[in-house]
Structures are given as C-alpha cells and as structure tokens.
C-alpha cells in the first residue's frame, strides 16, 4: 500500500497567490519547487532551476524493481505555472528526466514564448530530441567556464559530477552546475554533482550570495548516480564561503532521498548560514 503523500507548505492556486503577490509587490523572492526546482522572481522577471512538476518517472517506473513513488504532494501544474508569462528562462543542468522532464517544459515555454532555455552545449541534440525542434531557436548552450547572458541574467557553467565529470567528445561537460546574478544576488545551482576537487577554487572567488544544494547522498544500492550527502553540502557552502545554503533533492521519491536533519546539523557546527525549505514554501531576499 502506497502511504499518503506528505503536503507541500502551499501548492496550487494557494502558491500561485503566493507567486503574484511577490510580482505585484516588486519583491525578490525565492520558492523551492520540489527535487531540485527552484523559482526565483525579481522585479515582475521568473527565473525557473530546473522543474520536474509532473509524475512522468512514476508512470516510467511503475511495476519495475526501480519504482519512483512520489514522497510529497506536487507544488503546481506547469501549465498554471507557466500562465503567469513571467519566466524569462529556464534551466536544465543535464538530461535526467527529473532536470529535463518533457511533461513540465512543454506547457511553460509554451505559454512563455521569450523564455530560453538554459542547457549544457554537450546535450543539445538530445535536447532537442526531447522537446521538439521547434524550440531549437529558443535553446542557449554553455560549457564548464564559459559564460551566457539572457537580458540582464548572467550564467557561468561551472563542471559536475554526476558520478563523473563526464564529457563528449568535443570535451564539453555534459553535467553542470550554474552560477547566475540575478538582480543583486550571485545564485549557485549545483545541478547533480559529487564532491569533485575543481567545485572549491572555482566557487569560492564568485561571492555566492545563496547555494542551492542536493543532500541525497550517493548510494550504489540505488542504482542511480549519486550526490553531495547533508554532511558535504554543508562543508561545500562553508568552503565557498556562501552566505546562505538551501538543500534540495530529497522529499520526491521514496529510493531516492534523504532528511536534512544532518545538513542542518553540520550547517550548525559550522557556523555556516542555512535554510530548510518544505516543498512550495518561499522566502524573501533583500535587495
């Protein structure tokens, strides 16, 4: 028997309300999504990190020896989502579903025509592939340290280990994390990565004002690639020296998750800055 799903703090039209109250206020605000979803809105402008906002890997996974049962209840449709017409780009830091999920990106870039779509230049084909060639136009690529810039928004690839830092055959890292300023703020998205020795001297002189970063561990018997566990994105963000450390990846599925107790804890000894979001919960950040 599948046990009841875990509420988000707000979902549906409760975090929409949320969402247009920020926009009509003018505020910089952040929500998590779920997983490693992000949306960050600034000034009547949406930031997307990497959604998965439907049960496409339950329905994938459903009677195999891999199943994805959902942990906490969806935060919003995408196609509600998308309705507000305010993103201005999305990110997909590689091709796993649940960072590149068709069933999500189709409504949002549907019903937002000026949003791009942030990729590793490695992924393209795949890419488009997925999605459909029509969106080929709207697709900007980026490799490890290399920069791109949507309107005002800056992005630097920054290389992942996902379990490895892997790459194609033009050497283009086809697993990455983002740094991006937006507005006044110097954002570090990790995407899925392993501690790997280039992450610190990379980071540490880009002034990272928030980290959002994966906590669920890497653990063979998943058979899945792994992550940072709570223990290694806390000294990560204190290694970085990042003023506040969000932790994301765990509370989806069931096989694939962890508690953040341990992250908090390790965030605590540190002293480093920390915030544990529920799914659809958001706070403000000061300009």
Same mark, same amino acid.
């Given at each position: 028997?599948?046990?009841?799903?875990?509420?988000?703090?707000?979902?549906?039209?409760?975090?929409?309300?949320?969402?247009?109250?920020?926009?009509?206020?003018?505020?910089?605000?952040?929500?998590?999504?779920?997983?490693?979803?992000?949306?960050?809105?600034?000034?009547?402008?949406?930031?997307?990190?990497?959604?998965?906002?439907?049960?496409?890997?339950?329905?994938?996974?459903?009677?195999?020896?891999?199943?994805?049962?959902?942990?906490?209840?969806?935060?919003?449709?995408?196609?509600?989502?998308?309705?507000?017409?305010?993103?201005?780009?999305?990110?997909?830091?590689?091709?796993?579903?649940?960072?590149?999920?068709?069933?999500?990106?189709?409504?949002? $870039? =549907?019903? @937002?025509? &000026? +949003?791009? #779509?942030? /990729? *590793?230049?490695?992924?393209?084909?795949?890419?488009? %592939?997925?999605?459909?060639?029509?969106?080929?136009?709207?697709?900007?690529?980026?490799?490890?340290?290399?920069?791109?810039?949507?309107?005002?928004?800056?992005?630097?690839?920054?290389?992942?280990?996902?379990?490895?830092?892997?790459?194609?055959?033009?050497?283009?890292?086809?697993?990455?994390?983002?740094?991006?300023?937006?507005?006044?703020?110097?954002?570090?998205?990790?995407?899925?990565?392993?501690?790997?020795?280039?992450?610190?001297?990379?980071?540490?002189?880009?002034?990272?004002?928030?980290?959002?970063?994966?906590?669920?561990?890497?653990?063979?018997?998943?058979?899945?690639?792994?992550?940072?566990?709570?223990?290694?994105?806390?000294? $990560? =963000?204190? @290694?970085? &020296? +990042?003023? #506040?450390? /969000? *932790?994301?990846?765990?509370?989806?599925?069931?096989? %694939?998750?962890?508690?953040?107790?341990?992250?908090?804890?390790?965030?605590?000894?540190?002293?480093?800055?920390?915030?544990?979001?529920?799914?659809?919960?958001?706070?403000?950040?000061?300009?």
């Amino acid at each position: 028997m599948i046990a009841a799903l875990k509420p988000a703090f707000q979902k549906d039209e409760a975090f929409l309300h949320d969402v247009r109250n920020a926009l009509s206020r003018g505020v910089f605000r952040l929500w998590w999504l779920g997983q490693s979803g992000f949306l960050l809105v600034n000034q009547g402008r949406a930031l997307l990190l990497d959604p998965y906002l439907s049960d496409s890997l339950t329905r994938k996974y459903a009677g195999t020896d891999k199943p994805h049962e959902r942990i906490t209840e969806r935060v919003v449709d995408p196609a509600a989502l998308g309705a507000l017409g305010v993103i201005v780009v999305v990110t997909s830091s590689h091709l796993h579903t649940d960072h590149l999920d068709r069933d999500t990106l189709e409504p949002i $870039l =549907a019903l @937002n025509p &000026q +949003a791009s #779509l942030l /990729i *590793p230049e490695a992924n393209r084909t795949e890419v488009v %592939n997925r999605l459909g060639s029509l969106l080929a136009p709207r697709i900007v690529g980026i490799d490890a340290g290399a920069a791109a810039k949507v309107g005002d928004i800056e992005f630097i690839g920054i290389p992942a280990a996902h379990n490895q830092v892997e790459r194609d055959a033009q050497g283009r890292c086809r697993f990455l994390g983002y740094v991006m300023r937006f507005g006044n703020k110097v954002f570090y998205h990790s995407g899925d990565t392993v501690w790997h020795e280039g992450l610190v001297p990379i980071l540490r002189p880009m002034e990272v004002d928030i980290a959002f970063l994966p906590i669920n561990g890497n653990r063979p018997e998943r058979r899945v690639a792994g992550n940072l566990d709570g223990l290694e994105a806390a000294r $990560l =963000a204190k @290694n970085i &020296q +990042a003023k #506040l450390a /969000i *932790p994301c990846h765990f509370d989806l599925f069931h096989f %694939n998750t962890a508690s953040p107790v341990e992250f908090a804890s390790e965030c605590d000894r540190l002293g480093q800055p920390y915030r544990v979001l529920c799914n659809g919960e958001g706070i403000d950040l000061q300009y």
